[in-house]
């Protein structure tokens, strides 16, 4: 573990950061004396007006970089902006993602769950990595509760997030840290208040019977955003490299990664070479 992380004097990319989720990581992170703060996101309008906003209170320290993070060719030119106009990123936050699960758009879904992901993640780590000459740094990626759980009516967006979650448990396997001084961890939320969350009739797979609908969704603890961005500041300032993290229900910051690894140390024998 790093050990007194503190957001003082980071720069900060975020995805998806326009509004929702990723819009509150990044007002926290400036509250909290972050240097420089990139809102990167797809929705240039929304995220202009947001970058003026918080330039308001905190003088000139955010950027909008526009990313449609499922096109690999605005990865690398949003990217090489954001170091170019930092001269280095420390913290990553991965959080750019929807729940689309239609048969005409789960392929984008999935584009820009995981691969967008993957892909930020992996220039992250190319340009942070401390054995090549970087500084080391801090990624968090944004899995949820449907990466943990079965959810016939969104399949998809389960598995995008489980895979969200592998590909930072695997990532992180020794001697990761050892070798690159970055902390690769994953947060899993659950339903919380924001757009995601609206509408989910249009996003999910065709539900014959909307009773269904009404008996899976009608009692679903939403929780605040405030809730999810407390387990944000926790894991970042004491998580270990390849932690998991829920927010669910607004409790406090649960660490799951006893019991991920627990399934694993499970299963290991069955599957092992
Ligand atoms: N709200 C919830 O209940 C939960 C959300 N999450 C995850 O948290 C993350 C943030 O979600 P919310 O803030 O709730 O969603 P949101 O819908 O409120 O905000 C998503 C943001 O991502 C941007 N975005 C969408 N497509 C993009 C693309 N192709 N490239 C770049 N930016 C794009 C949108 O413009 C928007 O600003 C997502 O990964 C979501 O899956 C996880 C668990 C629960
Ligand atoms: C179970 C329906 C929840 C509906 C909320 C809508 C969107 C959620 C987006 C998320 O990213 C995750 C939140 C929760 C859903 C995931 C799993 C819940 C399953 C609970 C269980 O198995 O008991």
Not at 21 to 31: D, I, P, R, W
Not at 69 to 85: A, D, M, R
Not at 193 to 202: C, H, I, P, S
């Amino acid at each position: 573990m790093t050990a007194q992380w503190e957001a003082k004097n980071k720069n900060c990319l975020i995805t998806g950061a326009a509004s929702g989720l990723g819009a509150a990581y990044a007002e926290a992170l400036l509250k909290e004396g972050a240097k420089k703060v990139a809102v990167v996101d797809i929705d240039e309008n929304t995220g202009q007006n947001f970058v003026a906003k918080l330039n308001e209170t905190y003088k000139n320290a955010a950027i909008f970089v526009k990313c449609d993070v499922s096109k690999e060719s605005e990865i690398e030119n949003c990217f090489k902006t954001v170091v170019k106009e930092f001269g280095r990123v420390d913290v990553l936050i991965n959080n750019a993602g929807i729940m689309s699960d239609l048969e005409t758009t789960w392929r984008l879904a999935t584009d820009i769950n995981y691969q967008g992901l993957v892909s930020f993640t992996l220039k992250a780590v190319k340009h942070m990595r401390k054995d090549e000459g970087g500084a080391g740094g801090v990624i968090v990626n944004i899995s949820s509760t449907a990466g943990l759980s079965k959810v016939n009516t969104f399949p998809i967006y389960c598995g995008s997030k489980a895979a969200v979650r592998y590909f930072t448990q695997s990532l992180a396997m020794p001697p990761f840290f050892e070798d690159t001084g970055i902390r690769v961890m994953a947060l899993c939320p659950g339903a919380t208040a924001t757009k995601l969350v609206e509408n989910l009739d249009k996003k999910v797979v065709d539900m014959k019977n909307s009773k269904m609908m009404e008996e899976l969704f009608g009692n679903v603890h939403i929780q605040s955003v405030e809730s999810t961005v407390a387990v944000m500041h926790k894991m970042l300032k004491d998580g270990n490299n390849g932690s998991i993290w829920l927010s669910n229900k607004d409790q406090p910051p649960y660490e799951l990664t006893s019991h991920i690894d627990k399934f694993f140390t499970d299963v290991e024998e069955l599957v092992s070479p």
